[in-house]
């Protein structure tokens, strides 16, 4: 896995800076010249943009690493193929209007590989020296803090990148192997608009409960303040200004909400020693809709990047994390197996046409993720769920006596509730 630590650095001198600043110049012109390539060639491999640029610039720039020019080239050919997915989604509908061929305006990244630079320890301060040429480099200081220093000892470096803005900083990418262990029990999760359903599976009991997270209330109230913005403030440049200022407060704060709910399920996955289930993000589809309303309503929340970063954390614990098929999950009977649009009542409410098996509708795709995920066996009996591993799901009157289960309570964090196990 990896993960990436920004680092804040101060050049030693002057000298330092100016270098820097030189070297962000000659990399944006090299990126440039690389783009214009691989655009006008129609590039689409990493040979081919080899190939093309790398004798070209290391002729014109013979004084600089060679691995900048190589680093050059494959961030301009990562933008051009990006530009080329973005082109199919508009021809398939899924954009509104076609996108613009990638520029090189401004840049304020140089890409670092690793022979280009290393982390230097003098007098217990850690230094960083960037090799720019023969004999020539640039060294800066490194303010480091508890949490870079704690994985520098157990991570391996990879290639960064410095982000040279009013201030300087290192985004210091790191990886580690990790191997994780199957788990006795199971954790499911099924991820909606305005909560977290899970079904925690352990040898004794099964127990469904939900976290509850204010992103969509987030989203809707920063869209009325963007509506107002634009509506009411004439002048341009002060219009423009609010936007930025109001959209960077609403992703800091769907991120950090994205963060406690993925570090508040992995630290229950520790605590019950579980494995977890998650949907593939594979079968996803962004389906487009006439309704804007809808479809805003239903971009709410960053499934994708929710899930991601549900994803990361658990490799960072060395979890192991299933993937299952998440589709029609919520509109199939978790007995009978029926499909059918019109088993979902309403948001909360399911109830199947075919067998009458009534349950709380959000609750019932973890039931059918746990099917596709363990091939357990799931039956209900008055009004309590029972579950054996192994085997199918089986209607109610096949399963035998199970004793009830008790009620239990989680922990809270910050913003989530976790609100009181349901007994079903």
Same mark, same amino acid.
């Given at each position: 896995?990896?993960?990436?630590l920004?680092?804040?650095?101060?050049?030693?001198?002057?000298t330092?800076l100016k270098k820097?600043q030189?070297?962000?110049?000659?990399y944006?012109?090299?990126?440039k010249?690389?783009?214009?390539?691989?655009?006008?060639?129609?590039?689409r491999?990493?040979?081919q943009a080899h190939?093309?640029?790398y004798?070209?610039?290391?002729q014109?720039?013979?004084?600089?690493h060679?691995?900048?020019?190589?680093e050059a080239?494959k961030?301009?050919l990562?933008?051009?193929?990006?530009y080329l997915k973005?082109?199919?989604?508009y021809?398939?509908?899924?954009?509104?209007?076609e996108p613009s061929?990638p520029?090189v305006?401004e840049?304020?990244?140089?890409?670092?590989?690793?022979?280009t630079?290393?982390?230097?320890? $003098? /007098?217990?301060?850690? +230094?960083?020296s960037i090799? &720019?040429?023969k004999? !020539?480099y640039a060294? %800066?200081?490194?303010l480091?803090y508890d949490?870079?220093t704690?994985?520098?000892k157990?991570?391996?470096?990879?290639?960064?990148?410095?982000?040279v803005?009013?201030?300087i900083?290192l985004h210091?990418t790191?990886?580690?192997?990790?191997?994780?262990k199957p788990?006795?029990?199971?954790?499911?999760?099924d $991820? /909606?608009?305005?909560? +977290?359903?899970?079904?925690? &599976?352990t040898k004794d !009991?099964a127990?469904? %409960?939900?976290?509850k997270?204010d992103i969509k209330?987030i989203r809707t109230n920063?869209?009325?303040?963007?509506r107002n913005?634009?509506?009411n403030?004439r002048?341009?440049?002060?219009?423009?200004k609010?936007l930025?200022k109001?959209?960077e407060?609403e992703?800091?704060?769907?991120?950090d909400r994205?963060?406690k709910?993925?570090s508040?399920?992995?630290?229950l996955?520790?605590e019950?020693?579980?494995?977890?289930?998650?949907?593939n993000l594979k079968?996803?589809k962004?389906s487009?809709?006439?309704?804007?309303?809808?479809?805003y309503?239903?971009?709410t929340?960053?499934?994708r990047?929710?899930?991601?970063n549900?994803?990361?954390?658990a490799?960072?614990?060395?979890?192991?994390v299933?993937?299952?098929?998440?589709?029609s999950s919520s509109i199939?009977?978790?007995?009978?197996?029926?499909?059918s649009?019109?088993?979902?009542?309403?948001v909360s409410t399911?109830r199947c046409?075919?067998?009458g098996f009534?349950f709380?509708?959000q609750?019932?795709?973890?039931l059918?993720?746990l099917?596709?995920a363990d091939?357990?066996r799931?039956?209900?009996r008055?009004g309590r769920?029972?579950?054996?591993?192994?085997g199918?799901?089986?209607?109610v009157d096949?399963a035998p006596?199970?004793?009830?289960?008790w009620m239990?309570?989680?922990?809270?964090?910050p913003?989530l509730?976790v609100?009181k196990?349901?007994?079903?």
């Amino acid at each position: 896995m990896k993960k990436t630590l920004k680092v804040k650095l101060i050049p030693l001198t002057k000298t330092d800076l100016k270098k820097l600043q030189k070297l962000k110049e000659t990399y944006t012109a090299i990126l440039k010249e690389a783009l214009e390539m691989i655009i006008e060639n129609d590039v689409r491999t990493r040979k081919q943009a080899h190939d093309l640029c790398y004798n070209v610039l290391r002729q014109k720039y013979p004084k600089l690493h060679n691995k900048f020019v190589q680093e050059a080239y494959k961030r301009a050919l990562s933008m051009y193929k990006s530009y080329l997915k973005l082109r199919k989604r508009y021809k398939r509908g899924l954009l509104k209007s076609e996108p613009s061929l990638p520029k090189v305006n401004e840049n304020g990244v140089i890409d670092l590989h690793i022979d280009t630079f290393k982390l230097i320890s $003098v /007098n217990k301060t850690l +230094v960083l020296s960037i090799t &720019i040429g023969k004999a !020539e480099y640039a060294r %800066f200081i490194v303010l480091e803090y508890d949490y870079f220093t704690r994985h520098l000892k157990n991570w391996k470096i990879q290639n960064s990148r410095i982000v040279v803005d009013k201030e300087i900083y290192l985004h210091l990418t790191l990886s580690r192997n990790v191997n994780p262990k199957p788990r006795e029990n199971l954790l499911i999760l099924d $991820v /909606n608009e305005e909560t +977290v359903d899970c079904l925690l &599976i352990t040898k004794d !009991e099964a127990i469904l %409960f939900r976290i509850k997270h204010d992103i969509k209330k987030i989203r809707t109230n920063y869209r009325r303040i963007r509506r107002n913005i634009q509506k009411n403030v004439r002048n341009e440049r002060k219009r423009n200004k609010l936007l930025a200022k109001y959209g960077e407060r609403e992703r800091n704060r769907v991120n950090d909400r994205i963060k406690k709910i993925s570090s508040l399920i992995t630290d229950l996955c520790v605590e019950f020693n579980a494995d977890l289930v998650v949907e593939n993000l594979k079968y996803l589809k962004n389906s487009k809709r006439r309704n804007k309303e809808l479809n805003y309503r239903l971009q709410t929340l960053p499934y994708r990047k929710l899930l991601s970063n549900l994803e990361h954390k658990a490799n960072e614990k060395e979890i192991n994390v299933i993937k299952v098929n998440p589709n029609s999950s919520s509109i199939t009977c978790p007995l009978c197996g029926f499909k059918s649009k019109k088993n979902r009542l309403n948001v909360s409410t399911f109830r199947c046409v075919k067998c009458g098996f009534e349950f709380d509708a959000q609750f019932v795709a973890c039931l059918n993720l746990l099917s596709r995920a363990d091939d357990s066996r799931l039956a209900i009996r008055h009004g309590r769920l029972f579950i054996h591993k192994a085997g199918l799901v089986v209607p109610v009157d096949v399963a035998p006596d199970v004793p009830p289960m008790w009620m239990r309570w989680l922990r809270e964090k910050p913003v989530l509730v976790v609100s009181k196990i349901l007994l079903v």
